[in-house]
T-cell receptor, first 112, second 113 residues
C-alpha cells in the first residue's frame, strides 16, 4: 500500500516568487492536512481539506492557500515568498477524524 | 493555533534501558492523542495512539499513558535500541476540530550503545 507522496522533495526559491507543493494521500483517504515545520516554531497546522473543501485553517497569512482535487490529491501554494517561509512542509492523510494520520516525507523549501 | 512553544529537551539513555518521554497537552477538550517519531530528513512516523476514554494502551515495546486530570501524556519505550534515536512528538486532536493536530515541541531521544 503506497504511503503519502509529496513532491518535490526539495525546492529553492527566491523571495517574492510563488511556489506550489503537491501531496498524494493514501488511496481511499479523503482528508489531507498540511503542516509547516521550522526549528523556531515546531510543527504548525496550516489547513485541512476533506472532499475538496477546506475544513480547518491555521493561523497563517493569506499568502498560504491550498486546494484539493476530486481524486483527493492536494496542492498548497505560497505566494510572495519570504525568507521566513523556509521550512519543511508536511502533508498528512487520514480516512477520517480521529482515525490516524499518516505523514509524507515532506518538501524542504528554502527561500533565498 | 495552540502550538506549544518550541522546547526540545534531550533524553539520553543506554541501549537496553527503558525510556520515558513526557508531554503536557494544552486543551482539556482534546480526545485523541498520538505519538510520532521523526528521524532526520523524514516525516513524522506514527507510533501509537490513545483515545480519551482510555488511560493506557500498549503496542510492541511501547506504552502510552494518559492522565486527563493533569493533562499529561507519556510514551514508554522498553529495551531502547539505537534505532529508536529520533525526535518524538505528541499530538492532540479534538473531536470538533476535524483533522487538525496540535503538536508538542518534541523530545530528542539519544540512545548510547
Amino acid at each position: 500500500k503506497a504511503g503519502v507522496t509529496q513532491t518535490p522533495r526539495y525546492l529553492i526559491k527566491t523571495r517574492g516568487q510563488q511556489v506550489t507543493l503537491s501531496c498524494s494521500p493514501i488511496s481511499g483517504h479523503r482528508s489531507v492536512s498540511w503542516y509547516q515545520q521550522t526549528p523556531g516554531q515546531g510543527l504548525q497546522f496550516l489547513f485541512e481539506y476533506f472532499s475538496e473543501t477546506q475544513r480547518n485553517k491555521g493561523n497563517f497569512p493569506g499568502r498560504f492557500s491550498g486546494r484539493q482535487f476530486s481524486n483527493s490529491r492536494s496542492e498548497m501554494n505560497v505566494s510572495t515568498l519570504e525568507l521566513g517561509d523556509s521550512a519543511l512542509y508536511l502533508c498528512a492523510s487520514s480516512a477520517g477524524a480521529g482515525d490516524g494520520y499518516t505523514f509524507g516525507s515532506g518538501t524542504r523549501l528554502t527561500v533565498v | 493555533g495552540e502550538s506549544v512553544g518550541l522546547h526540545l529537551p534531550t533524553l539520553s539513555v543506554q541501549e537496553g534501558d527503558n525510556s520515558i518521554i513526557n508531554c503536557a497537552y494544552s486543551n482539556s477538550a482534546s480526545d485523541y492523542f498520538i505519538w510520532y517519531k521523526q528521524e532526520s530528513g523524514k516525516g513524522p512516523q506514527f507510533i501509537i495512539d490513545i483515545r480519551s476514554n482510555m488511560d493506557k494502551r500498549q503496542g510492541q515495546r511501547v506504552t502510552v499513558l494518559l492522565n486527563k486530570t493533569v493533562k499529561h501524556l507519556s510514551l514508554q519505550i522498553a529495551a531502547t535500541q539505537p534505532g529508536d534515536s529520533a525526535v518524538y512528538f505528541c499530538a492532540e486532536n479534538r473531536a470538533n476540530a476535524g483533522n487538525m493536530l496540535t503538536f508538542g515541541g518534541g523530545t530528542r531521544l539519544m540512545v548510547k550503545p
